[in-house]
C-alpha cells in the first residue's frame, strides 16, 4: 500500500527518496542499494543527498561491506553542510563506531561513540552509544572500566529500556574477570529483576558455568538440567549439555559422561563444539581403560579436523596408546609428527622425551641419547631442565645410582617448579635402596615444595612402616584413602593398613578395612573377600 501512495508522487526525487526509505525499513537491502545509487548518480545536489548517503552507508554495513560502510560514514562526516542535519551526523558517528567495532579498532570505536554522546539530545542513541563503549571496553578486557561505566548507565537511567542486557553484561564481566560470587549475583538478579527478558536462558547457562568455574559441579549440574529440558531450541542448549557432561567428566563419572557426549556428538552442527565433545569423549573413554574406543575417536578426530588446535595433543595421545600396548613403532609414527608439526612447542618436547625413552626401552641407546643430548643443550631451560631429569630417570633404571642421585640433587638445588620432582624422584630411588630415613626426609621435603599425589603418601607410609613409625605410617595411608580419587592407591593404601592391623592383631579393625575394598569396583575386591573368610576362620577357631 505504501508503495503504491508512492507512485502518486510527482515530485521525482521525492519519490524515489521514499522508495529507498521504505526498501531500507523493509531489508530488502539489495534493491535499496540500487536505488540509492541511482538516486545519488541523477540528483547530485538534492536536498536528499546527506540522508540517502547515510542510508547506504548504513545499508553496506547490514549488508557486511563494513569498510565500504565506513569509508561512507566518514564521508558524510565531512560535508560542508553537516549541522543543517544534525541527526544524520548523530547516526553517521554511531555508523562508524559500529564499523570500528566490527573491525576490531576499539580505541577508534570508543572515541566516535564519545562524539555522538557528546553531540545527540535522542536520549536512546545516548544510552545506546554509553553501552557501545562499555562492550568495547569488555571487548578489549579492560574490565573495571567497562563495569564503571555500565554502572554509570544504571545510575543515570535507572528505568531504561536496556537494564536487562547491561545487569547481563555486568554478569559477563565478572564471569571474565574470575569473580565467581559477583557473576553469580548478577545473573541471578536478572531473572528476579526481569523475569520476562529474552537473556533469562543466556543468564541460566552462565550462572552454571559460575558455578562449574568454582568446581561446584552440584549446582552447576542441577542448573543445566533444568536449562536442558525447558529451552530445547535456544542456541545455547547444546552447550548447556556438553557443560553437564563435563559436569559428570569431572567428578569421574565417565560412563555418564560418554552417555551425554554421545547423544551430543551425534546431533551437533556446531563445528567447535563438535571437535571438544568428540575430544572429551575419548577421553572418558580412556578413564574407562576402553582403549579401542578412544583410539577409534582419536584417529576420526585426526581426519575430521586436520587443523584443530588440539590436533598436538591427540596425536600425542595415540603415541602414548601404542606405547602402553607395546606398539612401539606405531607409537613413534605419532611422536615423529608432532616433531615434524609443532617445533618450539611443548608438545615437541613432550614428544622428543617419549621418543627418548623408547629407543631406550628398544635398546637403541645411542639414537636415545643422541636426542636426549640435544634436549639437554637447548637454550630453552626448562626443556633442558626437564631433558636431564629424564637422563637422571634412565641412569637410575641402569643402576647409575650415584650419578642419577648427582642429577636429581643438581636440579633439586634450581629455583624452578621441577626442584619438587626432582626431590621426590631422589626420595623413590633412596627407598629402592632401602635407605628409608634419608628417603622420609626427602619425601617430606618434596612435599614442602608442592608435590602432592598418591604415590609419593604410600611411598613415605611404606618408609615409615619400615622404620617402625607405624602410627605415621597409618597416618600416611588415610591421607591417600580420603584425599585422592586414585582407585589403585586407595586399594593399595587399604591393603597396608589392614596387614598392618592384622600384625598388630586387631582382627575385627583389619576385617573392616577389607570389606572397604570388596566395596570398591576393583580386581583386588576377591582378593580382600578370601581374606575375610580366613581372618573368620581364625575366629572361630579362638573360640
Excluded at 21 to 29: L, R
Excluded at 348 to 359: G, I, N, P, Q, R
Amino acid at each position: 500500500k505504501a508503495r503504491e501512495k508512492f507512485d502518486n508522487i510527482e515530485d521525482k526525487e521525492l519519490k524515489q527518496f521514499s522508495y529507498i526509505t521504505y526498501y531500507f525499513k523493509a531489508k530488502e537491502y539489495h534493491q535499496g542499494l540500487l536505488c540509492c545509487e541511482d538516486f545519488l548518480a541523477n540528483f547530485p545536489k538534492s536536498e536528499y543527498k546527506v540522508r540517502v548517503s547515510l542510508i547506504k552507508a548504513d545499508i553496506l554495513y547490514e549488508l557486511g561491506r563494513i569498510k565500504d560502510a565506513q569509508y561512507l560514514y566518514q564521508n558524510i562526516l565531512e560535508e560542508e553542510e553537516l549541522d543543517k542535519f544534525r541527526e544524520v551526523a548523530d547516526r553517521a558517528h554511531y555508523g562508524l563506531a559500529w564499523c570500528y567495532l566490527k573491525t576490531g579498532e576499539f580505541k577508534k570505536a570508543i572515541e566516535e561513540f564519545k562524539r555522538t554522546l557528546k553531540f545527540t539530545d535522542n536520549l536512546i542513541v545516548r544510552i545506546s552509544s554509553q553501552i557501545q563503549i562499555a562492550d568495547a571496553y569488555q571487548e578489549k578486557g579492560m574490565y573495571d572500566l567497562a563495569l564503571e561505566t555500565y554502572n554509570k548507565i544504571l545510575k543515570d537511567y535507572p528505568n531504561n529500556i536496556y537494564s536487562d542486557y547491561i545487569q547481563f553484561q555486568i554478569g559477563l564481566v565478572f564471569l571474565k574477570n574470575n569473580h565467581f560470587e559477583e557473576a553469580k549475583w548478577s545473573f541471578k538478579n536478572l531473572e528476579k529483576n526481569f523475569p520476562a527478558s529474552k537473556l533469562v536462558p543466556q543468564a541460566k547457562y552462565y550462572l552454571a558455568t559460575s558455578y562449574f568455574s568454582q568446581g561446584d559441579y552440584v549446582n552447576a549440574k542441577s542448573i543445566l538440567e533444568d536449562f536442558i529440558q525447558v529451552y530445547q531450541n535456544h542456541f545455547l542448549r547444546e552447550k548447556g549439555a556438553y557443560l553437564y557432561g563435563k559436569c559428570f567428566f569431572n567428578t569421574g563419572n565417565y560412563q555418564k559422561a560418554v552417555e551425554i557426549f554421545t547423544q551430543l556428538r551425534k546431533k551437533t552442527k556446531d563445528k567447535e563444539l563438535l571437535e571438544l565433545v568428540t575430544t572429551d569423549l575419548a577421553y572418558a573413554y580412556l578413564n574407562l581403560s576402553q582403549f579401542a574406543q578412544a583410539e577409534k575417536l582419536f584417529k576420526e578426530f585426526i581426519n575430521q579436523f586436520p587443523r584443530s588446535t588440539y590436533l598436538a595433543s591427540i596425536l600425542l595421545e595415540l603415541g602414548n596408546l601404542y606405547e602402553k600396548e607395546g606398539k612401539f613403532s606405531q607409537a613413534k609414527q605419532y611422536y615423529q609428527k608432532v616433531i615434524k608439526n609443532y617445533p618450539n612447542t611443548s608438545s615437541f618436547f613432550e614428544a622428543s622425551m617419549a621418543l627418548v625413552w623408547l629407543y631406550w626401552q628398544e635398546g637403541d641407546f645411542d639414537k636415545a641419547q643422541s636426542h636426549l643430548n640435544r634436549l639437554r643443550k637447548s637454550k630453552n631451560k626448562k626443556v633442558a631442565y626437564k631433558a636431564e631429569l629424564l637422563w637422571g630417570d634412565i641412569l637410575a633404571q641402569e643402576d647409575k645410582v650415584e650419578e642419577a642421585l648427582k642429577i636429581y640433587e643438581k636440579l633439586a638445588n634450581l629455583k624452578t617448579p621441577l626442584a619438587g620432582v626432582a626431590l621426590f624422584k631422589k626420595a623413590l630411588l633412596l627407598k629402592d635402596l632401602k635407605e628409608y630415613k634419608e628417603a622420609v626426609s626427602f619425601f617430606k621435603k618434596a612435599m614442602g615444595k608442592g608435590i602432592a599425589q598418591p604415590r609419593l603418601y604410600f611411598s613415605l607410609g611404606y618408609c615409615l612402616e619400615k622404620l617402625g613409625r607405624i602410627e605415621e605410617a597409618l597416618g600416611q595411608y588415610f591421607r591417600i584413602i580420603y584425599l585422592f580419587d586414585d582407585l589403585d592407591y586407595k586399594v593399595k593404601a587399604y591393603f597396608r593398613i589392614a596387614k598392618i592391623y592384622e600384625r598388630e592383631n586387631k582382627l575385627e579393625e583389619a576385617k573392616q578395612i577389607y570389606q572397604r575394598i570388596t566395596q570398591l569396583q576393583a580386581p583386588e575386591a576377591e582378593i580382600a573377600k578370601k581374606k575375610i573368610e580366613e581372618i573368620e576362620a581364625l575366629g572361630s577357631k579362638s573360640e
